[in-house]
């Protein structure tokens, strides 16, 4: 018989889920950040409960990201479905049918709103549990087995985006070796991105970087002119050349920006899905963009990252070291986490923000990665080519 939902917080990690486990789903519809940083709570459940299948369902198709991680044992992917209404029935009752089916015993839902909690609910799991912070949505208590409206504190980490759905976990009592997000890149990925890297004329082993301009929120991104002049002079300085990524709505400004710069850029926006966005991120020298999802898949994958900031508050969710450079407008408002100022959905601060401190970030990034020996070869090379 299951329990009625209650206020529970546990402390001293005392787990009171002991009892054996099978399946366990996590239900994350995040955003693509969202779900590379619960790669760690993915870890963490796998680690506690070794011998249960860990399964995780998110919004198609974010879930090309998690396709190759060993510790989930299924991705599953809720798609948007079109047409008339008793159509869009039909593909979601399919779809409940399908959870109801793997009996899950657990079901932690790591987000607060409305369709987690149903899906949740709807699972039929023997234990469901979900955060939330005010008591205003009665009829999650219905949903949810067990809620928890307050949070343990957790430690100071490097990885602060991914502590978010670990509080969740802390607070029944499991904790993680790392909270270090992490991600997997699949073989076909792999081969077809090298298949794209031949197209642009790059050979196997060539250094390249990828670039972001591009985020779902304008207020967040930073004029083309200048992103047309760090390509140049990181070329100029390093003779890299820059790939652009995005979504196939951001192809034509991302070919407006590879129209002012001196060659050597590349557009593969619209080109590649999620899976083969990590295995290109994966293979390059850094990555270098705006406050969007590639510099979380890019941490995640090890690659050192150079990312623009304004009015977003880095310190919630950005790993920043050594080799991960966070770039801001020295202003006082800067981060004052609004939709532009004054929600305008314009930043003033990004407007004013100009290309040395983000050149120099790099040069400073590539002198750690590549060695300062690096600049006079391709001084040398240089001279070379201008006397043959």
Not at 305 to 318: A, K, N, Q
Request: charged content about 25%; hydrophobic content about 40%; proline content about 4%.
């Amino acid at each position: 018989m299951q329990s009625t939902a209650e206020d529970f917080i546990i402390l001293q990690n005392k787990n009171i889920l002991m009892e054996k486990l099978r399946n366990i789903l996590l239900v994350q519809f995040g955003d693509i950040g969202d779900v590379v940083l619960t790669t760690p709570t993915v870890c963490a459940i796998r680690d506690f409960y070794p011998e249960a299948r860990v399964s995780i369902l998110v919004h198609k198709p974010f879930g090309a990201l998690l396709k190759s991680d060993p510790n989930i044992y299924e991705v599953l992917e809720l798609a948007k479905v079109k047409g008339l209404d008793f159509q869009v029935l039909y593909e979601y009752l399919k779809f409940i049918r399908r959870l109801r089916k793997t009996h899950y015993d657990l079901v932690i839902d790591l987000r607060t709103g409305d369709r987690g909690a149903f899906f949740s609910f709807l699972t039929g799991a023997t234990h469901r549990i979900g955060y939330r912070a005010d008591g205003k949505k009665i009829w999650h208590s219905i949903a949810f087995t067990k809620i928890i409206r307050a949070l343990p504190e957790w430690p100071k980490s490097n990885y602060p985006g991914a502590e978010h759905s670990l509080g969740l976990l802390r607070g029944i009592g499991i904790d993680a070796k790392t909270s270090a997000p992490k991600l997997y890149v699949a073989q076909d990925d792999r081969e077809r991105v090298a298949l794209l890297l031949a197209d642009c004329g790059l050979e196997p082993g060539a250094r390249f970087y990828t670039i972001n301009p591009f985020s779902r929120w304008s207020y967040k991104e930073w004029d083309r002119g200048k992103w047309v002049e760090v390509i140049n002079s990181i070329w100029d300085k390093s003779s890299i050349p820059a790939i652009i990524v995005g979504s196939s709505e951001e192809s034509a400004a991302a070919e407006g920006i590879i129209a002012g710069c001196k060659g050597h850029a590349f557009n593969l926006a619209g080109k590649i899905n999620l899976g083969e966005l990590s295995a290109i991120i994966a293979k390059s020298t850094f990555h270098l963009g705006v406050d969007s999802a590639a510099p979380h898949i890019a941490s995640a994958l090890g690659t050192p990252t150079v990312t623009i900031h304004g009015p977003s508050d880095w310190r919630v969710w950005r790993v920043v070291n050594d080799l991960n450079v966070i770039i801001f407008p020295p202003m006082d408002c800067v981060p004052c986490s609004h939709r532009g100022c004054d929600d305008t959905e314009v930043s003033q601060c990004l407007e004013q923000l100009d290309t040395d401190g983000v050149t120099s970030a790099v040069e400073g990034l590539l002198r750690k990665l590549l060695g300062a020996s690096v600049s006079e070869q391709l001084k040398t090379k240089r001279r070379s080519e201008d006397i043959y």
